[in-house]
C-alpha cells in the first residue's frame, strides 16, 4: 500500500473507533456539510435537509465500525447510505419525489446508482475546493484572496489591478503565494479526507 492510502483512511480508521470522540467530531465537521450539498441538490426544505443529515450521520455512526472497505469504497458505501436513508424518508413520509428533479428521481428510485456516484464525486471535488478557500482565507489578507478568487472568475488582470489597487506585478506575486497554498490545502485535505 502506498502512503497516500494510509493517510487517506486516517480519519477514517479513527472514526471507526466509539471511543474516539474527536475523530468522529472532526469526521461530521467535514461530512455533515457536504451531505448538507447533496441534500440541497434535492429541492427539500431546510428542516427535512437537516433531519436527513442527521439521519445519515446516525447511520454512518452506527455502521462506521463495521464498514468493510475491501468490500466497497467509501464513496460507494457513502452514496449507498444517502440513496436508502432518503428514499426510507419518501416512503415513510408518504411524500412523491420532487418531479422537477429528475435525475435525482431516477437515481433514489434505482435507475442508476453510478449517477449518485458520480454526482457524489463532483459535489466532493466542489466541497474540497471550498473547504480549501476558507482554509487559506484565513492565512492570506483580504486583497490576496480577492486577486486569487477574481482570477479563477476568469476577470481581467487590469480589472483586477483596478478594483484592488494594485500594480500588475504585485498582483502576480499574490495570486501565485495563494495559488501554492492553494493547491497544497486541496492535496492535504484530498489526502486525508478522499474516499
Not at 449517477?115 to 487559506?136: C, G, H, P
Not at 483586477?160 to 500588475?168: A, G, M, T
Request: net charge negative; aromatic share 12%.
Amino acid at each position: 500500500m502506498n502512503e497516500d492510502w494510509k493517510t487517506r483512511q486516517t480519519l477514517l480508521q479513527r472514526a471507526k473507533d466509539p471511543e474516539d470522540h474527536q475523530a468522529w467530531e472532526e469526521f461530521v465537521h467535514y461530512y455533515r456539510n457536504f451531505i448538507l450539498m447533496i441534500m440541497r441538490k434535492m429541492n427539500l426544505s431546510q428542516s427535512e435537509q437537516e433531519d436527513i443529515t442527521q439521519e445519515i450521520l446516525l447511520k454512518l455512526w452506527k455502521k462506521l465500525e463495521s464498514y468493510n472497505q475491501q468490500k466497497a469504497g467509501f464513496r460507494t458505501w457513502l452514496s449507498a447510505v444517502i440513496r436508502n436513508t432518503v428514499l426510507k424518508f419518501y416512503e415513510s413520509s408518504g411524500r412523491r419525489l420532487v418531479r422537477e428533479n429528475k435525475s435525482f428521481i431516477n437515481f433514489l428510485e434505482g435507475d442508476s446508482e453510478s449517477e449518485l456516484e458520480t454526482l457524489i464525486e463532483e459535489e466532493w471535488k466542489s466541497y474540497l475546493t471550498k473547504v480549501a478557500l476558507e482554509n487559506i482565507r484565513k492565512i492570506f489578507s483580504g486583497k490576496a484572496v480577492q486577486a486569487f478568487e477574481m482570477t479563477l472568475e476568469e476577470i481581467p488582470v487590469e480589472q483586477i489591478c483596478e478594483e484592488l489597487e494594485l500594480k500588475k506585478e504585485s498582483l502576480y506575486v499574490l495570486r501565485n503565494r495563494v495559488k501554492s497554498r492553494f493547491v497544497e490545502e486541496l492535496r492535504f485535505l484530498a489526502s486525508e479526507l478522499q474516499f
